[in-house]
Structures are given as C-alpha cells and as structure tokens.
C-alpha cells in the first residue's frame, strides 16, 4: 500500500480533501496543506521534493489551498499513537501478533516511523462535519474509549489527539488490517446510548449571548451559535446592508457562495471578519448589557 492508495483508504467516505504534510526525516515540517494562512501550489511542490516524510491528519477540508479557519471541515478517523519509549520492556508488535482484544475492532494497525511505536487506526463509519476550532475536542473525545482499552491491557498511548501522522517514508509497515470494521462514536461505556456526536454538538450550541446579540445572530442566520462560523462573506454584507448597516469592503460581494471569512461571537459582541480585507469589516457590542442596564 503506497502513500496516496493509503490516504484513499482513511478518508473512503469523504468526498472532500485530506489534509496532508510533508517533513523532513527528524520530522520538521515543510508544509500542511491546508494550513493555518494560504498556500501556493509551487509551495507544495517544493515541500513533496524536500520531504522524506508523508503524512495526514484526521481531518478533510474543501480547498487545499485556503486557510483551515476559513473553511468547514469533517473528522474521518481517529488514532492512537504509541511510543516504544513509552512503553519499556514491552515488545509491542509480538503484542499485536498475539492479536489483543483492544485492538480487534481497529481498522489498522501500523509500525511508526522509527519501527517500533504503533498508529492504531479506527476509521469512521460517518465522516463528522465540524469546524477547525472544534475538531480538536471531537477526535479527542472519540478516540478516548480506543485509548482507555488500550491502557487497560498496560499499553501507554502518547497522543489520542488531532494531530499530524507521518504515515510513509520511515520504518512503517501494517501489521493489521480490516476493510470492514467501521467505527460508529457513542458516549459512555460498552452500551450504545445517544450518540457523541450529538452531545458535543450540544454543548457547542450552548453558547450564552446578550439578548441583542442573539438578535443579530438569528438576523444574520448563524445556527448553531459557535465562537467562529466560516461564512461566504458577500451574503453576510447584503444582509447587513438590507438592515440598514454600513459595511465597506473589498469584495465585491458578487462569488459562488465560497466561504471567504468568518462571524466571530462572544456573549458582549459579534463581528464579520472579512479574507479579501484582511481585517473586521463590521462589528457590533452590546454597550447595554456590559453596562448592566
């Protein structure tokens, strides 16, 4: 299994694309695609003739080449990772070969770079759809119940985690695989109760905001409420506009619906932020309700 039939593989159910790096051998990273700010394409090309390392995170954006905050994303996978330092005396792949419980409802087990450690793998039976500042909680949060089975056989995990694994390039090698075991997350216990999903879901909408920012909220047509909301910036004007705001900007508000910004809330505030200005284009506080009348 080569690099690309492997990231095929873990984000199966997606239609969107991996994000994916590139590093050098002590595992220095070149680039992230898509990363935090906006990437060229020779930047990549650069980054896959350097690396000696290939890799993916967990999660699938629409646009390589536009930054993460900027877009809508979902979760494909979890996995553990599992340092040989970690775990001293233990040989841990005699410990896959003698086939582990914990490790039987994983849809991969694989070698890490150095040959020793171990990335277990769990893929999703659904792709979650989140955002960038709220997947780091959901992978953690699913990947807990693979991680808590795994210690209790004496196996320290390192990371359960969002993250980058370097997947190609050192000492890796599968050592287990099922094309059929699909993970569905379930909060709590062995009993399928509500889904997880669900209740982090929920606890994302729990945002408590000012009557008046609410208003502008519900105007604006931001449900669920979130800390930051990527948005197509043009429709967000015309709203404003339409409501008798002023809101200067570079764009000319005439796209396809592209997300090209973000609404950020607080309980006192909320403002548009605007990737073709380059700054906040519209914001509003709730005077009112910080002065306590």
């Keep these: 299994?080569?690099?690309?039939?492997?990231?095929?593989w873990l984000f199966e159910k997606t239609t969107r694309k991996p994000q994916i790096g590139f590093a050098t051998r002590l595992k220095r990273a070149l680039c992230w695609i898509p990363g935090k700010d906006p990437t060229r394409?020779?930047?990549?090309?650069?980054?896959?003739?350097?690396?000696?390392l290939q890799g993916c995170t967990q999660l699938a954006f629409d646009d390589w080449?536009?930054?993460?905050?900027?877009?809508?994303?979902?979760v494909c996978w979890v996995g553990l990772d599992i340092d040989a330092d970690d775990n001293p005396g233990k040989d841990l792949i005699e410990w896959v070969n003698s086939q582990p419980k914990s490790l039987m409802c994983s849809s991969m087990v694989r070698t890490?770079?150095?040959?020793?450690?171990?990335?277990?793998?769990?893929?999703?039976?659904?792709?979650?759809n989140t955002n960038p500042q709220f997947a780091g909680q959901l992978v953690k949060a699913v990947a807990l119940k693979y991680k808590e089975m795994v210690e209790a056989e004496g196996i320290h995990v390192c990371k359960a985690d969002r993250r980058m694994f370097w997947l190609m390039g050192g000492s890796n090698q599968v050592l287990f695989r099922n094309d059929t075991n699909w993970v569905v997350p379930t909060e709590g216990g062995g009993q399928v109760r509500q889904p997880l999903i669900h209740k982090l879901q929920e606890e994302a909408q729990g945002m408590?905001?000012?009557?008046?920012?609410?208003?502008?909220?519900?105007a604006l047509g931001l449900n669920p409420y979130r800390k930051s909301t990527p948005v197509y910036v043009g429709e967000l004007v015309l709203k404003l506009r339409s409501l008798?705001?002023?809101?200067?900007?570079?764009?000319p508000c005439s796209g396809n619906g592209n997300i090209n910004g973000y609404i950020d809330l607080s309980r006192l505030s909320i403002s548009l932020w605007s990737y073709a200005d380059g700054h906040t284009i519209w914001a509003y506080t709730d005077v009112c309700a910080m002065l306590g009348d």
């Excluded at 990549?44 to 000696?52: F, G, I, N, Q, S």
């Design 65 to 74: 080449f536009q930054p993460m905050k900027m877009q809508t994303c979902e």
């Design 244 to 251: 008798g705001e002023k809101v200067d900007t570079k764009s």
């Design 208 to 218: 408590e905001l000012s009557e008046n920012i609410k208003r502008w909220a519900d």
């Design 112 to 128: 890490s770079c150095s040959g020793k450690g171990l990335h277990v793998i769990y893929r999703l039976a659904q792709p979650i």
């Design 41 to 52: 394409p020779s930047t990549v090309t650069w980054a896959m003739e350097k690396a000696d």
């Design 1 to 8: 299994m080569n690099y690309q039939e492997l990231i095929d």
